[in-house]
């Protein structure tokens, strides 16, 4: 989707519901809620995100989460 010169990505899951200290530590590195994680996935994912200078937004949704990744849209050019 695209919104006010951006365009948006959102990712939801289903999974079991996060503590506060979980959402806290979610994109920072190794830190990790998975068995055998190593907490580098979303801290990843973010520093590509910005390195376009976009962001990441992180939101509880019942039982789950939601992320949005929103990155400057490109404009098209004519005839393309």
Same mark, same amino acid.
């Given at each position: &989707?695209?919104?006010?010169?951006?365009?948006? &990505?959102?990712?939801?899951?289903?999974? #079991? &519901?996060?503590?506060?200290? +979980?959402?806290? +530590?979610?994109?920072? #590195?190794?830190?990790? &809620?998975?068995?055998?994680?190593?907490?580098?996935?979303?801290?990843?994912? %973010? +520093?590509?995100?910005? %390195?376009?200078?976009?962001?990441?937004?992180?939101?509880?949704?019942? +039982?789950?989460?939601?992320?949005?990744?929103?990155? #400057?849209?490109?404009?098209?050019?004519?005839?393309?």
């Amino acid at each position: &989707a695209r919104e006010g010169g951006q365009a948006i &990505a959102s990712i939801r899951d289903h999974g #079991p &519901a996060m503590s506060d200290e +979980a959402f806290r +530590a979610l994109s920072m #590195p190794l830190s990790s &809620a998975k068995t055998g994680g190593l907490g580098l996935g979303l801290s990843l994912a %973010r +520093a590509i995100v910005e %390195r376009h200078d976009g962001h990441m937004e992180f939101e509880r949704s019942g +039982a789950g989460l939601t992320v949005r990744v929103l990155l #400057p849209a490109v404009q098209e050019k004519e005839g393309r």
